[in-house]
């Protein structure tokens, strides 16, 4: 099957008003398009009120409606905390967080588009909170209650929150945590006690308490090795050698083979965390009903490896795309720092839908060409900075495009090829290019017209 014709050609030649047709044309018959257009209009000036009018009236509509108006929510407010936006927005983005919980406890369908929306409204409104901090022990309360009295969902990282809750909030939820353990009563409270409390001596910083957190745990290899790792980043090497070499004596002596299938994979994951033992893990716990938490620790391990360097945080990013989750699989991207190679395919990924979010790879992408000096490297480069002024029409950025090529092209304006090349792929050039109207270093203001670049000649 062909593939469909690319309009934009065509539709570039289009005038305002007409493609302003043809867009209204295609929201009445798209509701999702027509929430995502009217909260852009609403919210272009920073106002959030119609964002919360459009909550109030997305509770009465269906599943897909709910889902298309919670996600043009959060597409704003990534867009207006992307661009650095005044207004405190984690009031927003803390309903936005309530309602999606609530529909999902209605539901109990936490496998879906709305979960994953869940998981980015919690994202959004730590975010929000970091740039306008609410009342640290409000939060704190918050936090708590989500965690204690809710069905399970969201969950909440702390390391995300730890900025707004300051001393004040951690130290609320410590005692909070503190008076759960000490009931000392085996049950879900517990559970989520035993995770925060692991969580605060990360944030805060108490190696002792995080070490003892994890031997408690029974033998696993990636316990030891983030045992390892605590260990080596708080300078006690001497410490994590001894560590590691009881590990490997445990090795040596591994308990009995688990019985039932999900177990096995999860032993199989943990000793070797990565996309394969992922998706072999998601297969069997899907059979047998336990997907949602096995995926909820199984990415908690991998997060955890992802801070860690490069590599492992390409595997994060390609075990979220493998489960479908290309947003997630951004965000961790953007967080953890990946590859340059993979970071830039799935800015090509989300180019089309997100072009405010992938200028900035393509950038660096067209620095990392520019500075190969080879032709063929100046050739994608051009093809790039094609694509990057296209990004920039659609983000309503057209004028920090004209200043971004002003600055390249003076930066390398030695570069013949380049220099040919971007002319070659018809971006228009900054005038003093075109007319050759900068002066030459200690020589006079006044420039010849640039001429092609041909071989050397004898002079006479």
Known sequence: MSPHPDLRPYLRTLDAETLADLLHAQAERDPELRHSLELRAATQSGDVSEAHRLLDTAVTDGNAEYTAKVGAVLDTLQRMLDAGSRA???PLARRTVDDISQVLEQTGDYTGDLADRLDRAVELYARACTARPPDPEKLADWILEVEFDGPGRPVIDL??????????GLRRIKSTVDDVLAANGPGYRRDVAERLREQ?????????????ILSAKPPRVDVSLKIVRVLRAAGRHSEAIAHAARALTHDKNPPPEPADETS?????????????????????????????????????????????GIEQADELVRVLLDDGRPDEAWRACVRFGAS????????????AEHPAETIPVLREHVDELIERKDPQAYQEAARRLKLLRTLHKRAGTTDEFTAYLGVLVENHRRKTRLITEIRAARIALPKAVTTGASPRAGGSATRTPERPVTSPRTPR
Request: aromatic share 4%; hydrophobic share 45%.
């Open 159 to 168: 390391a995300e929150f730890a900025a707004a809750l300051g001393e004040p």
């Open 340 to 351: 340059p190679e993979l970071k830039l395919e799935l800015a090509e990924q989300r180019a």
């Open 200 to 212: 605060l001596a990360e944030v805060l910083g108490d190696v002792d308490e995080l070490v003892a």
């Open 264 to 308: 096995r994979r999860r032993k199989e994951f943990d000793a070797k965390p990565g996309q394969e033992t992922f998706a072999a893990l998601r297969e069997a716990a899907t059979a047998d009903g336990k997907w949602t938490v096995q995926r909820r620790d199984a990415l908690a391990c991998l997060r955890q490896r992802a801070a860690e």
């Open 88 to 90: 405190d927005l984690a």
